[in-house]
């Protein structure tokens, strides 16, 4: 009959293993040292002192000029001219990307064919061109005309009376817009998983439905990121407008440097609603983002 037991403990390797772990607590742990970093910080220290001197003490700004004028009558109507093109331009722009989007994704050619054709023009031509060219738009039509085509007309407009600077503008800033929300919006549906459909559909829920309240709600989280940077991009474009002397925000700086000649200052007075505005924008994007993001993130 034979015992078995624990084997005998080697007194003299657990004494050494005890002392090579007080041997190693013995040692002193030395940081990493990043010497390069250090100079980084201190150089764009020193660069970020420099010009916070030369910003705050330079009297070439003329910061009372700029405070005289920031709040100035003719200063807030020119931001309330840029902000209704934004809103006309956001609006009008992205109701007919959603239209042009879907016409992407429809099973018919020729609804493929036409809004791929509108995507590539309006992204191809710079929007200066398109601009100007609604602008002009009387001298190629005198009037235009609604009815049968190639056969009599129900009712027309004088185009010099219909389309004037502000509406060629708006219309110039909305149907380029169109272009890049078509797309925006068509990659924020391709984003939604497939199934979601398939499933929708073998429900029998109508189409239109499925697209409502499936597909929507879960683009609107692949969509909005971008769609808010091109709407901050088009507020910042509403500048372009001032080559047809549309009252807005860049344009009156324009005009009122023009005659008292003082040109930096009133840059920065356009320069920090911009900065101000955008940042009200960036804000907003963040708590609609936040909205369309429940259920998502824990």
């Keep these: 009959m034979s015992l ?13 293993t005890a002392g090579g772990a007080e041997d190693y607590a013995a040692l002193k742990v030395v940081p990493v040292r990043h010497p390069w970093r250090w100079a980084a910080v201190v150089a764009t220290a020193v660069l970020l002192a420099q010009f916070a001197h030369g910003f705050i003490t330079n009297t070439g700004w003329e910061w009372g000029v700029f405070a005289d004028y920031f709040t100035a009558d003719v200063i807030l109507k020119a931001v309330w001219v840029t902000l209704q093109l934004t809103f006309y331009g956001t609006a009008l722009g992205f109701a007919l990307g959603i239209v042009l989007a879907f016409m992407r994704l429809s099973a018919s050619r020729f609804l493929q064919a036409v809004a791929f054709g509108y995507i590539w023009a309006f992204r191809s031509i710079p929007l200066i061109v398109q601009l100007l060219f609604w602008f002009n738009l009387a001298y190629l039509y005198k009037e235009l005309q ?16 219909l389309v004037g600077a502000m509406s060629a ?11 890049y929300a078509a797309e925006i919006v068509r990659g924020g549906v391709l984003a939604v998983d497939s199934g979601q459909l398939e499933a929708a559909a073998a429900l029998g829920i109508p189409r239109l439905r499925q697209i409502r309240r499936i597909v929507l709600p879960q683009a609107m989280r692949s969509i909005l990121p971008n769609a808010a940077n091109e709407v901050i991009s088009l507020f910042k474009g509403t500048s372009i407008v001032s080559v047809m002397a549309i009252g807005e ?17 009133l840059l920065m007075v356009a320069t920090v609603w911009y900065v101000l505005l955008t940042s009200a924008l960036s804000v907003l994007q963040h708590y609609v983002e936040r909205h369309f993001s429940k259920g998502t993130t824990r």
């Design 4 to 16: 078995t037991s624990d084997p005998p403990i080697d007194k003299t390797t657990s004494v050494k």
């Design 146 to 161: 609604f009815g049968v085509p190639f056969g009599p007309g129900f009712f027309s407009f004088d185009t010099m009376g």
């Design 169 to 179: 503008a708006v219309l110039g800033l909305a149907l380029h817009q169109a272009a």
């Design 249 to 265: 925000l860049f344009y009156q700086v324009q005009v009122i440097y023009g005659r008292n000649g003082r040109v930096v200052p």
